[in-house]
C-alpha cells in the first residue's frame, strides 16, 4: 500500500509539472497571436519581432516533448540499445566539434583532457553521445562569459569502469540542491532554466541513460564554484 501510495504521488506531480511545462509556452504562444490579431500585423516590425517570439516557444514545445518522449522510452525499457564497445575519444570529439559554436558565443573555453585516450566503454553509441550532449550544453548555459567547461575521462581504481567527467566554472548547485538535479522537471534556477530553452529532463535522461548502459552518474558542486558530474560506464 505504501508503494502503491508513493506511485501514485509520483504520478501525480509528473502530471502537475507536464501540464505546467506545456501551459507557459502555449500561454506565450497564445498571447503573441490574440496580438498579431489585434493589430501588430499591419506594423511589419513588430508583426516579425512577434512570430519570432511564437517560433522561440513553439522549438521549446517541440524538445519538451521529444525529452519527455525519450526519457518515457528509456524508463520503460521499450527502447532498445546496442552494446558496443564505444570510444570515449570519437564521442568526445564529436560533442565538442558540436558544442564549440556555443562555447565561443559566450568566450567560454571547451577543451577535452583524456587521461586514458583509447578507453572503450560497453554503451550505445547515440546513447552516450546524449549523455555527453546533455552534461556539455548544461555546463555551457550556465557558465558565465570567459568560463572553462572541461571533459575528462579515465578508468576507474578497480579497473572495471570508465569515469568520465564534465566540469565548468559556472554557478554551481547549493548542497541543499545537489540531491536533487537529476529529478524530472528540477530545475536549479527555474527562470534562467527557461529563459536559456531549458526543459528540466536533460539530468534525467543521463541519468536513466547511465544506468541502462549498467553504470551511474554522480554530482559535486558548490554555489558560485562550477560543477562536477560524473558518469561510470563499464568498461569495454
Not at 556555443?102 to 553521445?129: N, S, Y
Request: net charge negative; hydrophobic share 40%.
Amino acid at each position: 500500500t505504501t508503494e502503491l501510495r508513493r506511485l501514485e504521488s509520483l504520478r501525480r506531480d509528473f502530471v502537475a509539472n507536464v501540464s505546467h511545462e506545456l501551459k507557459t509556452p502555449l500561454s506565450s504562444i497564445k498571447a503573441y497571436a490574440e496580438t498579431l490579431l489585434d493589430g501588430a500585423l499591419d506594423d511589419r516590425q513588430a508583426s516579425i519581432t512577434f512570430v519570432e517570439r511564437i517560433m522561440e516557444q513553439a522549438d521549446r514545445l517541440h524538445h519538451l516533448i521529444l525529452d519527455m518522449l525519450s526519457l518515457a522510452r528509456i524508463e520503460s525499457a521499450q527502447q532498445v540499445f546496442e552494446i558496443v564497445p564505444v570510444s570515449i575519444q570519437e564521442t568526445v570529439d564529436e560533442c565538442v566539434a558540436n558544442q564549440r559554436p556555443a562555447a565561443e558565443a559566450k568566450r567560454i573555453e571547451l577543451t577535452a583532457e583524456p587521461q586514458q585516450p583509447g578507453c572503450l566503454v560497453r554503451a550505445d553509441k547515440e546513447g552516450l553521445r546524449e549523455i555527453l550532449d546533455n552534461l556539455v550544453d548544461n555546463a555551457i548555459k550556465y557558465t558565465p562569459e570567459g568560463g572553462r567547461v572541461v571533459v575528462r575521462w579515465r578508468s576507474t581504481a578497480d579497473g572495471k569502469m570508465a569515469s568520465l567527467e564534465v566540469e565548468d566554472t559556472g554557478i554551481g548547485i547549493s548542497a541543499d540542491e545537489l540531491s536533487r538535479v537529476f529529478e524530472r522537471f528540477y530545475r536549479v534556477d527555474k527562470a534562467r532554466s527557461r529563459e536559456l530553452g531549458g526543459t528540466g529532463l536533460g539530468l534525467a535522461i543521463v541519468k536513466h541513460l547511465a544506468q541502462s548502459f549498467g553504470g551511474g552518474v554522480s554530482a559535486e558542486s558548490e554555489s558560485g564554484r562550477g560543477s562536477r558530474f560524473t558518469v561510470e560506464l563499464p568498461l569495454a
